[in-house]
Each structure stands twice: as structure tokens, then as C-alpha cells.
């Protein structure tokens, strides 16, 4: 496709603009930790002044990368357990991890709000295994579309943070709940950070990070278990092979109690194979 896309999006789906960008920036290093040729190719055909409003920061495009591909080995992970298994992806927005994960026979289910389904449709068209459905991921109408003889891996990658806590909360549920047996992969920002957007003070010259309204420290992801009895297991999930600066900081900042406990995280949680006895 050689069209440009002008996207026009409120604050909160904008942020998949910023997601996408900075996973551009990286995947165009040569010594990248996420290669997204996907990305690279988005931001070509997207009129939107990304440098500009975003800012460049290979610190911060680095780290992106680095949330991101623990949901990508996650979701691998799955599809080598699970060959013909369904992945469905929460406010997905530009997210183009099914170019880079996908095994040929996998299905995928992308949820996500009508403004942002749209565009979606407009710049990565569905393939055959792929849908696309126009709704708020919280209300879970999305479940019944969702076949239930496969095994299911919800993602949930930078959409809980702005969501009140309860709806967080119930989200989870009604996964753990509609799909027995299945798991969901969620990441948080610690709260020092949302704290930080709620204030105001993350922002560039040209942009403001919306104000996160769920947070939760790395030291906190055993709290998950009480959204439902059916979450039986959280797991952590670790970035690797980060590069430069980052890189040798990262192995600190997952092992000094204070900073292991108060990083960002991406958690799995498991559910229970079947409803809890009476």
C-alpha cells in the first residue's frame, strides 16, 4: 500500500502512535533488540509528525523494544505449546506483533476501539486468520467471539494503565472466567511513574502523556491473584539482551531490591482449567 494516512486521535488511542514510533526507531538500528520492519514501514505511510511531537531517544525506543519482545517471546512461547491456539490482543492499536510472532496457523483476534479498528483496517488489513472487532475491551461482549475448543492467550499490552483499577480488576475476572485454562499477559507501569503523568510532568515539547490510572510496582504482581480464585498462578517476565547503557543497567535494575520492586512489569497470569468446585 503507498496511501498516506493522516490519523486524527484523541489523547488516549494516540498513544499508539507513540508505541509505533518507537518501535520504528529501534527496528532501524542495525544492532536492534526488535526487528519490526512492520513498524519501519507504517511510520513511512503515516502523515503524523513523529519526531517532532515525540521527540528521539534511543534510551527510550531501546526500552519500548524491550516490553515489547517479552510479549512476543510470550505469545511464541504459547504458539510452540499451541500451534492452532487463538491470540487475542486487547487495545492493540498499531501493535504489528502478529507480522513477527505469527506460525502460519495460529488465529488472531485484535479488540480495540472503533476510531482505532478503523484506522487498523486501513493500514494492516486482515488476513485470513485475523479479526478484527470494534469494542471496548472491558465489556468482554468480545468473549463470545472467541472459540472456545482452542486455547487462548489475551494480551493486554498498554492498555490497563489507563483504565480505573476496578475495571483492571474486572477484567481480568472475566477473562480467568470465559477462558478456562488460558493465560493473559498484562504489563503495568509502577507508581511512582503514574504518579509522574498524573501530574503533568511527562510530556516533550510537543506532547503529553496521558495521565495512567492503574499502576502497580513490580514487588506487587502476587496482588493480581485476587482479581478471581480462577487466577492460579503470575509469572514474571524479564527483558533480555538489551544493548549499551541499558543494557548493563538492566540486570541491576531486575535484581536490587528497590528497583526490582518498583520497575515497570509484564506479568502472566494463568487460569484455573475449570470452574471452582461448589
Request: charged share 25%; hydrophobic share 45%; proline share 8%.
Amino acid at each position: 500500500m503507498s496511501s498516506v494516512e493522516r490519523p486524527e486521535l484523541a489523547a488516549v488511542p494516540e498513544t499508539a502512535l507513540w508505541t509505533l514510533w518507537q518501535r520504528a526507531v529501534e527496528a532501524r538500528r542495525p544492532d536492534a533488540v526488535l526487528h519490526d520492519p512492520k513498524a519501519v514501514d507504517l511510520v513511512e505511510r503515516i502523515d503524523y509528525p513523529f519526531a517532532e511531537r515525540f521527540g528521539t531517544s534511543g534510551f527510550q525506543s531501546q526500552l519500548q523494544a524491550l516490553r515489547v519482545a517479552c510479549f512476543d517471546r510470550e505469545v511464541a512461547d504459547f504458539l510452540a505449546r499451541e500451534p492452532r491456539g487463538t491470540v487475542v490482543c486487547l487495545g492493540e492499536g498499531l501493535e504489528t506483533q502478529y507480522w513477527r510472532v505469527d506460525n502460519g496457523r495460529a488465529r488472531w483476534l485484535t479488540v480495540d476501539l472503533p476510531e482505532m479498528i478503523a484506522l487498523r483496517e486501513r493500514l494492516l488489513p486482515p488476513g485470513p486468520r485475523q479479526r478484527y472487532l470494534a469494542a471496548d475491551a472491558t465489556d468482554l461482549v468480545w468473549a463470545d467471539e472467541v472459540d472456545r475448543d482452542r486455547a487462548v492467550l489475551v494480551t493486554a499490552q498498554g492498555l490497563c494503565m489507563y483504565l480505573p483499577p476496578a475495571r483492571v480488576k474486572a477484567l481480568i475476572a472475566g477473562c480467568a472466567d470465559r477462558f478456562p485454562g488460558g493465560s493473559m499477559v498484562v504489563d503495568a507501569v509502577p507508581r511512582w511513574f503514574a504518579r509522574f503523568t498524573a501530574s503533568g510532568k511527562m510530556r516533550t515539547a510537543a506532547y503529553q502523556v496521558p495521565a495512567m490510572r492503574w499502576a502497580m510496582d513490580a514487588g506487587e504482581r502476587d496482588k493480581l491473584r485476587t482479581a478471581s480464585p480462577a487466577v492460579t498462578a503470575v509469572r514474571d517476565v524479564r527483558p533480555t539482551d538489551g544493548r549499551g547503557l541499558l543494557g548493563a543497567l538492566l540486570p541491576l535494575a531486575l535484581t536490587a531490591p528497590w528497583l526490582a520492586a518498583h520497575r515497570p512489569s509484564v506479568t502472566v497470569l494463568n487460569f484455573a482449567e475449570g470452574p471452582e468446585p461448589a
